[in-house]
């Protein structure tokens, strides 16, 4: 929305907002995507993840088609929380059902890939940007606003050639066709190959276990809070939150003011913006490939490691290349300096935080509780988002390069909730994970050995 909220074709058409009201259109789309969040919650366990992806792209779509036809500011500011709330649904719900259809082995690189395409989407968003800043007329910000649905029912229509996730389907009696799902994903259709059996049967064990340990209520919003649950709650959000509050909103909503305060005209700050979500999506590849053989746990304070000394490096370039005697930016080498860095953190950030907020969430939950619980880890990325897009502003004002600083800080003192609260699930199946949560006495730096394992054969390995 950077492009569009400045274009003057849009201003005239909305009555030239005053820039609370312009910022309210911008954040007010979080506040939506916070909403369809919380609403996945139930609506996935009732009605299946192939559903719940169903409405939220529906939901979606009539947002963009509204956003893109408007006449005045009333529809705009509507039509970006009906769009919020469908993008909250969605990305709420497309982590659970990749958890849930990928086998323990490649999970983590299944959920990663979604982030990839995330950025992929980023950088197209900086591309269109740039190609429009060169065009007249309402085309310049009508057109990205409708440009956004053609993804919107690429997603919808891949709902209708992809299966429902085994472990739903288990979990409401689909006994039959949950085998079948399996065996057409890891055994080439063979109900009865020894692979798919043996799934089926953890998948089943797991699920009765719970149900009958919660007298049936396992789905329930009261056992999502339990003694057993509720820590799990915590670390899904507060994993969600860590990645907003790491300084990636601030990095990316500021990224085109870097450029400009090293002295590169508006046009030039625009093609680097483009260029730096290739940097972006670059590292976002990297998790692909290291999720499963290096684990989570590293990745996330690994990334901590280098998001905090590259939001140093940001606010030292930025105090190096301030003229002191004119009181303005320079295109000092310190400026230019932080262009550089700026880079260099989202290279960081695409290869840890981005995936691990969203794939951590999706796996710590038992089959009952996965939708809710992801429902409301996804609420507080929606939440943080919200909050730093609001704090942010204050703190540049106030702060000035000490932002990104404070920002570090905030990386450092993560590292040691990262350590000693999140254990390993690299590897696990989905009922071990289960197994590790209910488990006494474990520490999460120490590796978990599950009590009881299923074979990893050749199909799943390649899987």
Avoid at 11 to 17: A, E, F, V, Y
Avoid at 30 to 44: K, N, R, Y
Avoid at 278 to 286: A, E, R, T
Wanted: hydrophobic share 45%; with cysteine; glycine share 10%.
């Amino acid at each position: 929305m950077s492009g569009i909220v400045t274009n003057d074709d849009f201003l005239n058409l909305m009555g030239h907002p005053e820039p609370a009201m312009l910022g309210a259109l911008v954040s007010l789309y979080e506040i939506g995507c916070l909403v369809g969040a919380l609403m996945t919650g139930a609506i996935s366990d009732r009605y299946g993840r192939k559903a719940t992806i169903r409405i939220g792209c529906s939901i979606l779509l009539v947002g963009a088609i509204l956003q893109t036809v408007t006449n005045g500011f009333a529809l705009s500011i509507s039509s970006r929380i009906i769009t919020g709330i469908g993008n909250g649904m969605n990305t709420a719900t497309v982590p659970v059902f990749q958890s849930e259809i990928s086998p323990p082995q490649s999970r983590g690189a299944h959920v990663c890939f979604e982030c990839c395409l995330l950025v992929v989407g980023i950088g197209i968003a900086y591309w269109l940007e740039f190609g429009l800043y060169y065009v007249d007329g309402d085309i310049a910000w009508r057109f990205p606003l409708a440009f956004q649905a053609f993804f919107g029912v690429i997603l919808l229509a891949g709902t209708f050639i992809l299966p429902e996730t085994p472990r739903w389907l288990v979990a409401h009696g689909h006994h039959q066709e949950a085998k079948q799902v399996l065996a057409d994903l890891w055994t080439d259709g063979n109900i009865k190959a020894e692979r798919c059996l043996a799934e089926f049967n953890e998948i089943k064990e797991a699920i009765e276990y719970e149900q009958a340990a919660t007298q049936h209520s396992a789905s329930s919003y009261r056992a999502l809070f339990n003694q057993t649950n509720r820590s799990r709650v915590c670390l899904g959000m507060l994993s969600q939150m860590i990645q907003q509050l790491s300084g990636i909103n601030v990095t990316t909503y500021y990224l085109a003011n870097v450029f400009l305060q090293a002295g590169l005209s508006r046009a030039m700050a625009m093609m680097l913006a483009g260029i730096d979500s290739i940097v972006y999506f670059i590292g976002s590849l990297l998790p692909i490939y290291l999720t499963e053989r290096v684990g989570r746990r590293k990745i996330m304070l690994w990334g901590l490691v280098g998001q905090m000394i590259t939001l140093v490096c940001i606010g030292g370039c930025q105090k190096a290349g301030i003229d002191y005697n004119q009181g303005t930016w320079t295109a000092a080498g310190g400026s230019q300096g932080a262009v550089v860095m700026t880079m260099m953190y989202n290279f960081v950030f695409g290869a840890s935080w981005l995936g691990m907020a969203w794939l951590y969430p999706a796996e710590i939950f038992s089959t009952g509780l996965r939708a809710k619980g992801n429902s409301l880890s996804t609420a507080a990325n929606w939440m943080g988002n919200f909050v730093v897009a609001e704090m942010a502003p204050i703190m540049f004002a106030s702060m000035g390069y000490w932002t990104y600083v404070f920002f570090a800080g905030l990386n450092l003192l993560f590292i040691p909730l990262v350590y000693f609260l999140y254990p390993e699930t690299q590897g696990l199946s989905l009922e071990q994970i289960e197994q590790l949560f209910t488990a006494t006495h474990h520490h999460p730096a120490s590796p978990y050995k599950p009590s009881n394992t299923t074979t990893n054969t050749d199909e799943e390995k390649s899987f």
